[in-house]
């Protein structure tokens, strides 16, 4: 390209030229595409391997390395260097493009050797967008100084990270789905090749075959990206084993929800994140355990929060209560919630609890939500408070079982209250369980621990705390499936195997309960 007659003012064009822009637009998409790929291999492994901060941490430092291996390299590349630049974009474009879609195929059929096909194609991801900013800033100094070139580069990389960093979680997933995302991202690299062709055309040796392989590349990921609902469906029936009903996600987590049979509403499932959270035929298990004995010891109670429980189910027993004047259901995800006030299947499975006038649906984080109530003088302290997260399988989880949040809980408790916490398996995650235990021992509360078998899930545990000690209830309402009056009692009786550990609260600033439950789930997951 011929720039002999550019004017230059302290060591760069006065007049930028078209191959400026273009190769400064392309430092934008560059970031953000490449930005795209990880959060999409780290959402993956999220939704495939489990909710975990390990997955995330392990990709990222995989992805960055690889990043800098692929800036090393790129000295390896002296000359055509816009042929080598087109080549390199044509490569990240399709194979981050297709990335999500393949591994969700690959998962579907053969999930041994995932791990390892995941991180090869991290690497593989990572050292191609390492070589771009390297070769695109060696294509700038043609038309800038040193000094503004790195300073333009780095703006432009800085702000692509920002949008995507932004939009991703936002709008990207939750309107697009994670392999539509990827696949336009990859659209975009093919873009930034198309455009490098164009304006180099004069310098670049058969150009015939770079303009079919650009074509051929923006060819199969626009029929991947028509495609990607049918890949999705696919690969997810295959994952799930059962027919996918609805398959959606949001801000905050994948949800899914699966039918065995179809047009029975026993053989319905839950997933969120991949991770089973209720299926229809032993549900009433859990949640008649982990509402009904706190709520019948209280004895009349009128004033209840529930704290998670957006698919309605604690809530269905919770109004089995004739006293109960209020319920406020406090759920982070209003996909949730949404899905089930509106879908016929899930209405009949909660009995139509979340449309109740007695309920009250609050979209909101639960942390920051009581942060607020406990500063409102006006606030009255609820008769009990329910409390139905998913496990602590990362940090952002594991706050909400933390001596921080659970002194918010007791602030929002009355005096003779009772609240009750989910606390994951104590078989399975004995040392987890007894961790949460201490914890809400740490802030001054009394705890009355137990379990019940739910045959999705196995033995499972629950904790009563309250500032009161715990008395059996003499009668539970009519109707239950599951617990019983007289027989509630061996719920708190432990045998050896589940007795309880010395541990550590889990507190904001350790989160020891997060490194706990992954190394025991970890043991007992593939």
């Not at 967008?129 to 990389?157: A, C, K, N, W």
């Not at 398959?247 to 929800?257: F, G, L, N």
Request: net charge negative.
């Amino acid at each position: 390209m011929d720039t002999s007659n550019a004017t230059v003012e302290g060591g760069r064009s006065a007049a930028p030229r078209a191959a400026e822009l273009v190769l400064l637009g392309s430092v934008f998409l560059v970031a953000a595409c490449g930005l795209v790929y990880e959060l999409a291999a780290g959402t993956l492994a999220s939704y495939l391997l489990g909710d975990s901060v390990l997955q995330f941490s392990t990709i990222i430092g995989t992805y960055l390395f690889a990043m800098g291996v692929g800036s090393w390299l790129s000295r390896l590349l002296v000359h055509q260097l816009a042929a080598h630049f087109l080549r390199v974009e044509l490569l990240v474009g399709v194979t981050g493009g297709l990335m999500p879609a393949a591994l969700f195929l690959l998962a579907s059929r053969s999930p041994e050797p995932f791990r390892w096909i995941l991180y090869g194609l991290v690497w593989l991801v990572g050292v191609l967008v390492g070589l771009e900013i390297p070769l695109v800033m060696r294509l700038l100094r043609r038309h800038y100084s040193l000094q503004h070139l790195v300073s333009e580069v780095l703006t432009f990389d800085y702000l692509g990270a920002l949008g995507v960093s932004i939009a991703f979680p936002l709008l990207l997933v939750p309107r697009l789905g994670l392999i539509r995302t990827s696949l336009l991202f990859g659209l975009m690299n093919i873009a930034v090749a198309a455009w490098t062709l164009w304006l180099y055309r004069g310098e670049l040796h058969r150009l015939r075959s770079h303009v079919s392989a650009t074509a051929a590349s923006f060819a199969v990921l626009l029929a991947a990206f028509a495609g990607a609902e049918r890949i999705t469906t696919w690969s997810e029936d295959r994952f799930y084993a059962d027919r996918v009903l609805y398959a959606a996600s949001s801000p905050y987590q994948r949800i899914v929800i699966t039918q065995s049979h179809p047009g029975r509403d026993d053989s319905v499932r839950l997933f969120l994140n991949g991770n089973l959270q209720f299926f229809s035929r032993d549900e009433y298990r859990y949640h008649e355990a982990l509402v009904h004995p706190v709520m019948a010891a209280f004895g009349a109670p009128r004033h209840v929060l529930i704290l998670g429980g957006g698919d309605g189910m604690a809530a269905r027993e919770i109004l089995k209560y004739p006293s109960v004047q209020d319920i406020t259901l406090v759920d982070l995800d209003a996909n949730v919630t949404r899905l089930f006030s509106s879908e016929p299947l899930l209405r009949r499975l909660n009995h139509d609890s979340l449309l109740s006038p007695r309920l009250k649906v609050i979209n909101d984080d639960a942390f920051q939500w009581l942060q607020r109530r406990v500063d409102d003088p006006a606030a009255a302290p609820f008769d009990a408070i329910v409390i139905d997260f998913p496990d602590p399988s990362n940090f952002s989880l594991g706050k909400l079982y933390t001596t921080s949040f659970y002194s918010l809980v007791d602030h929002s408790l009355a005096a003779d209250g009772y609240a009750v916490v989910q606390t994951t398996s104590p078989l399975v995650a004995r040392h987890s369980f007894w961790t949460v235990v201490a914890t809400l021992e740490a802030v001054g509360l009394r705890t009355a621990p137990y379990h019940v078998d739910v045959p999705s899930f196995g033995e499972w545990g629950f904790v009563i705390a309250s500032r009161r000690p715990y008395h059996y209830p003499e009668s539970l309402p009519a109707g239950l499936r599951f617990l019983s009056a007289p027989t509630l009692p061996l719920m708190f009786d432990f045998p050896p195997d589940m007795s309880r550990l010395p541990a550590e609260p889990n507190r904001l600033s350790n989160q020891v309960l997060v490194q706990t439950f992954e190394a025991e789930w970890g043991e007992v997951l593939p």
